[in-house]
């Protein structure tokens, strides 16, 4: 059964870069789209950015202009580019897969964030 291997995630100061990356471990078909998601302690799972296998991005309004995400088809692999990161943004980042299934949906198991001031 095809996983989802997340990394790069980390400590970084306040105005720092991280860059996430989110493999398939085994061979994931009919995907529909790809995305992050992340959980702070006390809040609930929010979307960070998703893009769909034509390449059509959405992105949480908090992170416009900071993140950018990206995926190679070929590798079935999903990248988070996170600039200009604030301490509001450490969280546990998780990627995910959405297909035509069953499985509908196939999750990564995180990796942490944590953004000092």
């Known amino acids: 059964q095809a996983q989802l291997v997340e990394s790069g995630g980390g400590l970084v100061q306040a105005g720092g870069s991280l860059r996430l990356s989110c493999a398939a471990s085994?061979?994931?078909?009919?995907?529909?789209?790809m995305g992050w998601h992340r959980q702070a302690p006390g809040k609930q799972r929010e979307l960070v950015a998703s893009?769909?296998?034509?390449?059509?991005?959405n992105y949480a309004d908090s992170v416009k202009g900071r993140f950018t995400i990206s995926r190679d088809n070929a590798k079935n692999t999903v990248y988070l580019q996170m600039n200009s990161l604030e301490p509001e943004d450490t969280a546990v980042y998780s990627c995910?897969?959405?297909?035509?299934?069953?499985?509908?949906?196939?999750w990564g198991q995180g990796t942490q964030v944590t953004v000092s001031s």
């Open positions: 893009i769909t296998s034509s390449g059509s991005t």
């Open positions: 995910n897969v959405d297909r035509i299934g069953p499985p509908w949906s196939i």
């Open positions: 085994g061979s994931i078909s009919r995907i529909t789209r």
